[in-house]
């Protein structure tokens, strides 16, 4: 069962915690540059696609949580954005960035007119932001100059990692969140609520 809120639009709770979520994974993406600088030591060029996908996962957190249109894309692009004051090597660059990746992690949950939020979509919004990532990467760093080969085995592992890492482990994290009770107030954490209720039911039936 999904709980899909009729009203799409944004409270000022939502607003509040949907920011504060993305402020609060923008050290966390920080800190991911340590994984991705020991990643490329172990598996060279490829090492930096391999780990991507947690880049976006606040998207399909957040999206999974409130389930408004925007959720994945502001998100996202806040967690980039409080990077920047936090010391990121790329700088304002993250500007845009955020902004890319958070449209590519958007676009599962729009075309599904906001009312799938099943693992599957969850996937695909990994895969949206791994996609809209690599062209955004092909423009700023010349990928063009790659080899054929070298470039399919970077954009297949990007979008796994994506699917994975964005996808898999957002939906974890959430579950994760909403099982403490602290989402009581959101869909997720209803859905969760409603879960338990039926649960119970079925247990004193039993």
Known sequence: MQIIPENKKWSLKEIIVMSAIGVAFAPLYMAWIQVWALSTGIFGPIGLDIVFGFWFVVSPICAYIFRKPGAALVSEWIAAVVQIPLGSPSGAWLIVT????????????????????????????????????????????????????LLLTMIAIRLISGALLAGVLGKGI??????????????????WRAKRSQTIREQIKG
């Open 98 to 149: 955020g902004l890319v990746q958070g449209l590519g992690a958007e676009v599962p949950f729009a075309l599904s007119r906001y009312k799938n939020f099943k693992l599957p979509i969850l996937m695909l919004s990994g895969v949206g932001a791994a996609i809209a990532s690599f062209i955004y990467n092909w423009f700023r760093f010349g990928y063009a100059g790659m080899s054929p080969t």
């Open 174 to 191: 959430a579950d994760s969140l909403a099982a403490t009770g602290v989402l009581a107030s959101f869909p997720l954490g209803k859905e």
